[in-house]
């Protein structure tokens, strides 16, 4: 029988690890048979030299080269060893994937379980105080800023500190109009506008992976405490809880954006235990990089996806026990030169 | 005193809090004063407990109890 080959992105697992390398784990401890391409922009990352995750890997073109050079590059993988499921992992990158996803599905018999255009953009950062207003939880005082010109306007009313976004990547905590001027220009070089300003939220961080079916219900979610992070807000140690309010701001916002496919919903809550004063922070529209705690706690929710694009069905419960701990660790691999020389001059 | 059920303690006295995921250290008194508060036991019947077990008067031990009581309330665990 002919092995299934699933292509996964965000294969940097750096200090800033995308959510490739755990997807890609969680799909092979399920079923050791697939085939797994890892989708690289880099042949520096680490993925391109973890042979015992990903059977092949590719590089793919920059986002910014259009959808015409990345269907060029899917097809150019499939012709040479198959892709039936695309599973895309990183933001830069989603926008191209969600807006195509029928014609990837319809002319190139490519699949993958994605949101649509229209739940992509309202979990966007510049849309969330909407978002937020729907589903009856609190938000961070927001400002969306545009350009220079309205950024050094916003400026002038923000209280300090403030933390600068990117609409994509990156945050800064800024404390005074110099310093959050700075790094709005230093995130828009690198991610492009909008710049969100934002209030910051005290509290403890709770966050939720899940996957949704599209129809406003859930198949699989499991709330998390980060106990420990890096300076770049990166988990490195978790814990996980059974939080009824969190739950139940889980199901609303399946409820009301009907989403498909995976997220992650990061949060503040300042009385975590009493429920009240939950900030919705972010809505990430795949999966994060410590998707693995959830297959840890037996809730493997790429292998998930997977059953649901090949059957409709899938296994939806979300049993876990709270209290199941994560601890994440740096791990090195020695390889020789080939590989790299491999990577540095052939079309890959 | 529902906080106070879903806690998950060790003989040891480390407890975690599966709603909330804090986790902190008892000592041996606080360990005794929430299994007998998880038994359903008011503070008063507590502090009678804890005035036969241990060389304290009631009135002291219900102080302790009280202020326990009052720190477990700021980490939102009993109301």
Redesign the interface.
Known sequence: MKKQVIAISGINATDNPGPGVPVARSLKEANPEIFTVGLSYDLHDPGNYMDFVFDATFRLPYPTQGWEALKRKLLDIKARCGLDVVIPCLDAELPLFVGHQEELLRDFGIKSFLPTNQQFNLRAKDHLVALCNDIGCRHPETKVVNSLNSLQESLKDTNYPVVVKGNYYMAKFAFTPDDACHSAIEIANDWGWPILLQKPVSG?E?NVVGLGDGQGGSLGHMA??K?KTTKLGKIWNG??????ALEALTERFLEATKWRGPYELECM?S?????EEIYLIEVNPRFPAWVYFATGCQLNLPQRLIDFVNTGNCEASCEYE??RYFVRYCFELVTDLEKLQELSVEDW | MD?LAKL?INDKGFT????????FRMNDSALVIIRHLRQGLSPEQVASEMSRSFAVSESTALEDILELMMQLRS???CS
Request: hydrophobic fraction near 55%; charge should be neutral; aromatic fraction near 6%.
């Open positions: 403890v709770l998390i405490k106990l814990i996980t809880i059974k939080s009824a809550v009385q975590a235990a009493l429920g709270a209290g | 906080g998950a975690f809090d599966p709603a909330t995921g804090e986790s980490f939102g665990i």
